[in-house]
Protein backbone atom coordinates (compact mmCIF):
# COMPACT_ATOMS: atom_id res chain seq x y z
CA UNK A 1 0.00 0.00 0.00
CA UNK A 2 3.25 2.50 0.96
CA UNK A 3 4.18 2.59 -2.94
CA UNK A 4 1.17 3.03 -4.00
CA UNK A 5 0.25 6.48 -1.40
CA UNK A 6 2.14 9.19 -0.76
CA UNK A 7 4.23 9.83 2.24
CA UNK A 8 2.14 11.73 4.35
CA UNK A 9 -0.68 9.42 3.94
CA UNK A 10 -1.33 7.95 6.98
CA UNK A 11 -2.25 4.13 7.00
CA UNK A 12 -3.90 2.63 10.23
CA UNK A 13 -4.43 -0.90 11.06
CA UNK A 14 -8.27 -0.87 12.09
CA UNK A 15 -8.84 -4.51 12.84
CA UNK A 16 -7.78 -8.19 11.84
CA UNK A 17 -7.74 -7.29 7.94
CA UNK A 18 -8.93 -3.66 7.80
CA UNK A 19 -7.03 -0.47 7.25
CA UNK A 20 -7.95 2.92 7.38
CA UNK A 21 -5.99 5.52 5.33
CA UNK A 22 -6.34 9.50 5.29
CA UNK A 23 -5.87 10.29 1.45
CA UNK A 24 -6.12 14.33 2.29
CA UNK A 25 -6.40 17.17 -0.94
CA UNK A 26 -7.86 14.45 -3.35
CA UNK A 27 -11.29 13.57 -4.09
CA UNK A 28 -13.02 10.18 -4.25
CA UNK A 29 -12.16 9.09 -8.16
CA UNK A 30 -8.60 10.04 -7.34
CA UNK A 31 -8.52 7.65 -4.12
CA UNK A 32 -10.32 5.51 -5.98
CA UNK A 33 -7.80 5.23 -8.91
CA UNK A 34 -5.04 5.07 -6.29
CA UNK A 35 -6.76 1.56 -4.47
CA UNK A 36 -7.29 -0.01 -7.63
CA UNK A 37 -3.72 0.67 -8.58
CA UNK A 38 -2.71 -1.29 -5.09
CA UNK A 39 -5.26 -3.98 -5.83
CA UNK A 40 -3.47 -4.65 -9.37
CA UNK A 41 -0.41 -4.77 -7.37
CA UNK A 42 -1.18 -7.21 -4.96
CA UNK A 43 -2.65 -9.16 -7.38
CA UNK A 44 -4.05 -12.78 -6.03
CA UNK A 45 -5.27 -11.43 -2.34
CA UNK A 46 -8.24 -9.52 -3.48
CA UNK A 47 -8.94 -5.79 -1.32
CA UNK A 48 -12.50 -4.41 -0.66
CA UNK A 49 -12.44 -0.86 -0.17
CA UNK A 50 -14.96 1.22 1.36
CA UNK A 51 -14.27 5.53 0.40
CA UNK A 52 -15.94 8.51 2.45
CA UNK A 53 -15.51 11.72 1.83
CA UNK A 54 -15.15 14.12 4.66
CA UNK A 55 -17.47 16.50 5.40
CA UNK A 56 -17.62 19.36 7.30
CA UNK A 57 -19.83 18.12 10.26
CA UNK A 58 -18.21 14.74 10.17
CA UNK A 59 -16.60 13.27 13.38
CA UNK A 60 -13.77 10.53 12.83
CA UNK A 61 -16.75 7.88 13.76
CA UNK A 62 -19.21 8.97 11.22
CA UNK A 63 -16.74 9.11 8.33
CA UNK A 64 -15.45 5.88 9.13
CA UNK A 65 -18.68 4.35 9.65
CA UNK A 66 -19.92 5.76 5.86
CA UNK A 67 -16.30 3.82 4.45
CA UNK A 68 -17.28 0.74 6.26
CA UNK A 69 -20.81 0.67 4.52
CA UNK A 70 -19.67 1.23 1.40
CA UNK A 71 -16.97 -1.39 1.62
CA UNK A 72 -19.73 -3.44 2.89
CA UNK A 73 -21.80 -2.85 -0.42
CA UNK A 74 -18.72 -3.60 -2.70
CA UNK A 75 -18.27 -6.54 -0.94
CA UNK A 76 -21.95 -7.13 -1.50
CA UNK A 77 -21.68 -6.78 -5.01
CA UNK A 78 -18.70 -8.89 -5.60
CA UNK A 79 -20.63 -12.35 -3.91
CA UNK A 80 -23.62 -11.28 -6.21
CA UNK A 81 -21.87 -11.80 -9.76
CA UNK A 82 -21.79 -14.66 -10.95
Known amino acids: MRARLRSFDPIIRYGGDEFVCGLGGMGLAEAEHRF?????????????VGLAEFEPADTADGLTERADE?????????????
Open 36 to 48: DAIGVAIAGVGIS
Open 70 to 82: AMLRVKAARRSRP
